[in-house]
């Protein structure tokens, strides 16, 4: 069977597996984004702060996803869960580094003209600062949301949900019919899905992004 007739003959199960794909890969960036951004905004003013939250998000990076999956099955059993907390966990550095950079660059007349008309702590934060830190917050999330496209596939490995079974069952089966065609597919759903999701944030970025601070 050639690889148009797999695609053709299965096309129902390809647009469930990248739901599952995409949904996972999305709600894993908002939880990562919520929590980026409040270790951003936690530590953005102190220097050694914002280097041990940098520091720790970087090493996360340094384990091996297989590895991770692997240490996480002892305690949340296989499924979503190991999924989801391994996809936020290598999500959050873009985050929380761009979120500290993009607070940090605020210029302070600014933040002086906005304590001058009256606004408080809170309403410089939420008002000035986190709405020009927004395009460097979203970049990161940019970033995370490709990162995560791949390493979503891995999570086949603890039975999480997505275009990498497919993959997985493809590959395990080399040889077989249809394997290439199977992994085949699977690869390029994933990256389809991430152009998809790519484009998706350059339209947000427009749509929520002062024309003043624009790149």
Partial sequence: MGFLDYVASRWQQLLVDSYQH???????????????????????????????????SSAVLTIPSFALFGLLLPFLGLGVAPSVVTLVLYALLPIVRNTIVGLSTVDQPILDAARGIGMSRFGVLTRVELRLAWPAILAGMRVSTQMLMGIAAIAAYAKGPGLGNLIFSGLSQLGGANAVNMALAGTLGVIVLALLLDAIFVLIGRLTTSRGIRG
Wanted: aromatic share 2%.
């Fill in 22 to 56: 995409a949904s996972m890969v999305v709600q894993c960036i908002v939880l990562a984004t919520i929590v980026g951004v409040l270790v951003g905004v936690a530590v953005y003013r102190s220097p050694a702060g914002a280097a041990i939250a940098t520091a720790l």
